[in-house]
């Protein structure tokens, strides 16, 4: 792909242009897979609007690797049949050889899924997380890579949800510039267990309004009915798309991609995030008119709003809204309570009285945690950052108030014996520091 890209771009210079735009636009697709002739057929478009024999791309030797390096990346544990990632690796080859004659065959049958409950944050509740086995998750970024970008070509400029070169930070940055630009009612969309609730037979007709290869179908529906183990039972879902599968989140920006469509035709200025979408209106006229647009096409899409947390918000009001761990208020923005709490919880574990190690081992495994911290909130209003330092500084003079016999938390004289000096002559990441640091580069 780079010789090809060198080889273009040295062409006459409109065409250069024009064929090294299409090379940029589609540099993150498997080279293995998407050739320069497909990707210009992607560009110009394929007859009948469908893409034919796929199954072939999706078990090529090279493609598979490609999958399974991309599952050893995104690490992860065994599912329901116990093999690890660094078990499957010590047989690769066989392992890999035994999957392309599986999909040649078409022989191949998914293992059950895993299901692993994880906290909620700032609930009671439990997220259900489905695990399949590392053989499954690396077909499925196999098949990713062959069918992404069919549907990439044709997704809305507002979703930013697991999409190639997108991520949580753009949708910050576009709500932020519609606020400015007076989009302050707000209608906060919430769907009531959407990852569940997808409707496979409908998901399953917008898939083959692009793809007609029968067996990538028939794929993609195996993938939709596999077996769920939970420890207790074991089930096949009739509906919905299981959190924690590699094709998972694909599935769900092609069921959410028509609504997408429909706002955008009408106007409105929706910003997606998965199942996570705000609609930014000027004024209550058109909140409400988005609202009953979204309504009426999530009941004709077999979903469901969320009866208490889809709602329109006056965000020049108190109360406000919450968006991808934001807090927007009052021409404010701030980490949501849940947000702070998580980030509180894991200073708490690095920080307990208990802890043995020495203060530099003990501000090295910060550092790196609050610094991670920043870097997605720092855009918070400033005062934010000055009252973390402080408490963050307590914790840890609470360590070494317990080290010389004292009881308690922090206070008193210990601002004396530790000042803020100390800790940022040890090389304690300082929040207000960089914030001031990142305003004055800004």
Known sequence: MDKLRETILAEVPEMAKQAGETLLKWS???????????????????????????????????????????????????GADNVTIELFEKRLEENLTEIEEELKEDT??????????????????????GIPPVKDRIIQSALRNVIEPIFEAEF?????????????????????????????????????????????????TLIEEKIS???????????????????????S?????????????????????????LMRSKGFEMVRYADDQVILCRTRQEANTAYETVKDWMEKAGLTLHPEKTRIVDVTQKGGFEFLGYHFEQNRKQPRQKSLKKFKDSIRFKTRRANGGSLREIIKSLNPLIQGWFE????????????????????IRSILRSRIKLKGI??????????????QESGLFS??????KACQSR
């Open 28 to 78: 993150w697709v498997e080279p293995e897979v998407w050739t320069e002739r497909m990707l210009a057929a992607l560009e110009q478009g394929v007859k009948g609007g469908k893409w034919f024999s796929l199954i072939d791309k999706v078990y090529s030797r090279e493609n598979l690797l490609s999958g399974f390096n991309k599952v050893k990346r995104n690490k992860g544990s065994a």
């Open 108 to 129: 191949y049958k998914p293992g059950a899924i895993r299901r692993h409950f994880i906290p909620k944050p700032g609930s009671k509740e439990l997220r259900p997380l």
């Open 156 to 204: 809305a400029e507002q979703s930013y949800g697991f999409r190639p070169g997108r991520g949580c930070k753009d949708a910050l940055r576009r709500v932020d510039q519609l606020l400015r630009q007076g989009h302050t009612m707000v209608v906060d969309v919430d769907i009531k267990g959407y990852f569940d609730s997808i409707p496979h037979n409908r998901l399953m």
């Open 213 to 235: 290869d029968g067996r990538i179908l028939q794929l993609l529906e195996k993938y939709l009915t596999q077996r769920i183990f939970d420890g207790m039972k074991e089930w």
């Open 237 to 261: 879902p009739d509906r919905g798309s299981p959190q924690g599968a590699v094709i998972s989140p694909l599935l769900s920006n092609i069921y959410l991609n028509p609504l997408d469509q």
């Open 376 to 395: 997605y909130f720092k855009h918070s209003m400033k005062t934010t950052f000055r009252s973390l330092d402080g408490w963050i500084r307590r914790r």
């Open 410 to 423: 922090s206070k008193g004289l210990d601002h004396q014996r530790w000042p803020n000096s100390f800790f």
């Open 431 to 436: 929040l207000k520091a960089a914030h001031f």
